[in-house]
């Protein structure tokens, strides 16, 4: 055992290796998407008969009872029933984790770049600079003033990016939201 996690003592030429995981993997996989790596009694969510008989088939192959499992899923399945797809993993050790099974598709290239902005600030800030361009971009020439100008284009921008700045901050405190890099293994709700 390490870290209270137990090890499971599995016959490592029987493995699939494209399916062994470090735990940095799995991080980097979880912040990309923002998803979450628990042990599966925190998960409320149903486990596909598929996947109990590929943990079946796994412990009689290699003649031992599975424990420790782990789930790679969204937020919301870790507190109430969902249709999003997780990952089951069994740790098999020094950090490295062996996935099971997988379904669903929550690791959607459309997911990724959906979950982009909450990688961490500086994406957002990004984000934020982007839409309110695109919204100066918007805005009609001659609205405030007669003459078009660029001072008056970048005064305009830099409202709209705190318009839409203080609606992200607002959002983001209000809702209790955080970044993927610290909500990846938290098992606390407001993370």
């Given at each position: 055992m390490?870290?209270?996690?137990?090890?499971?003592?599995?016959?490592?030429?029987?493995?699939?290796?494209?399916?062994i995981?470090?735990?940095?993997?799995?991080?980097?996989?979880c912040?990309d998407?923002?998803?979450?790596?628990?042990?599966?009694?925190?998960?409320?969510?149903?486990?596909?008969?598929?996947?109990?008989?590929?943990?079946?088939?796994?412990?009689?192959?290699?003649?031992?009872?599975?424990?420790?499992?782990?789930i790679?899923?969204?937020?919301?399945?870790?507190?109430?029933?969902?249709k999003?797809?997780?990952?089951?993993?069994?740790?098999?050790?020094?950090?490295?984790?062996?996935?099971?099974?997988?379904?669903?598709?929550?690791?959607?290239?459309?997911?990724?770049?959906?979950?982009?902005?909450?990688?961490?600030?500086v994406?957002?800030t990004?984000?934020?600079?982007?839409?309110?361009?695109?919204?100066?971009?918007?805005?009609?020439?001659g609205?405030?003033?007669?003459?078009?100008?660029?001072?008056?284009?970048?005064?305009?921008?830099?409202?709209m990016?705190?318009?839409?700045?203080?609606?992200?901050?607002?959002?983001?405190f209000?809702?209790?939201?955080?970044?993927?890099?610290?909500?990846?293994?938290?098992?606390?709700?407001?993370?």
């Amino acid at each position: 055992m390490s870290n209270g996690t137990p090890n499971n003592s599995f016959n490592f030429d029987l493995l699939e290796s494209s399916r062994i995981y470090h735990i940095n993997d799995i991080k980097k996989i979880c912040i990309d998407y923002r998803l979450r790596f628990l042990d599966s009694k925190y998960f409320k969510g149903d486990i596909p008969v598929e996947a109990l008989s590929k943990v079946k088939a796994l412990e009689k192959e290699h003649d031992l009872k599975i424990k420790g499992f782990k789930i790679i899923a969204p937020s919301k399945l870790f507190k109430l029933e969902d249709k999003d797809d997780p990952l089951l993993f069994a740790p098999i050790g020094n950090g490295y984790h062996y996935l099971i099974h997988q379904w669903g598709n929550d690791l959607h290239p459309l997911r990724k770049i959906i979950m982009w902005p909450f990688k961490g600030m500086v994406n957002l800030t990004i984000l934020v600079l982007l839409l309110s361009f695109l919204v100066t971009l918007l805005i009609p020439d001659g609205l405030f003033s007669k003459s078009n100008s660029t001072t008056e284009f970048w005064i305009i921008n830099f409202f709209m990016f705190k318009c839409i700045a203080s609606v992200v901050i607002f959002y983001g405190f209000a809702l209790g939201k955080n970044f993927n890099p610290a909500i990846w293994n938290s098992k606390y709700f407001n993370s």
